[in-house]
């Protein structure tokens, strides 16, 4: 009896930090082009992925299933407008500055990107 309560409890809190447990990934959609790390992405849907270690992810952009680009950025906990996302004109261009998921911010570098 008691192997069964340790299972049920043990199942029960995996259950729990599942639910809890940010996903690294979100989806949003740009009206018109913005620029990241030097690279154009072109007005669309696209997925949002993250990996690392906070404060510093590498941020992936798929488009169609395709890979478009991998860009390091900041990773803080904020995300106050999930899939919302911030741009700063910059000659002509929009310079993408950060990205808000649900309880995450992604605040993107302006250095070159990798991995194109």
């Known amino acids: ?3 069964k309560s340790v299972f ?3 199942f029960l809190l995996a259950a729990t930090a599942l639910t809890f447990a940010a996903p690294n990934k979100t989806s949003i959609t740009f009206s018109e082009s913005v620029t990241v790390a030097g690279t ?3 007005p669309g849907e696209y997925q949002v992925e993250w ?3 906070a404060p510093d992810v590498q941020v992936t952009f798929w488009r169609y299933k ?3 680009i991998t860009v390091p950025a900041q990773l803080q906990a904020a995300g106050h407008r999930p899939n919302a996302f911030t741009i700063r004109p910059d000659s002509g261009a929009n ?6 998921a649900k309880n995450t ?3 993107f570098e302006q250095s070159v990107a990798s991995g194109q």
């Open 95 to 100: 310079i993408l500055v950060e990205i808000d």
């Open 1 to 3: 009896m008691k192997s």
């Open 66 to 68: 395709n890979k478009v």
């Open 8 to 10: 049920l409890v043990l």
């Open 105 to 107: 911010e992604l605040r």
């Open 51 to 53: 990996n690392g270690t």
């Open 40 to 42: 154009t992405l072109a």
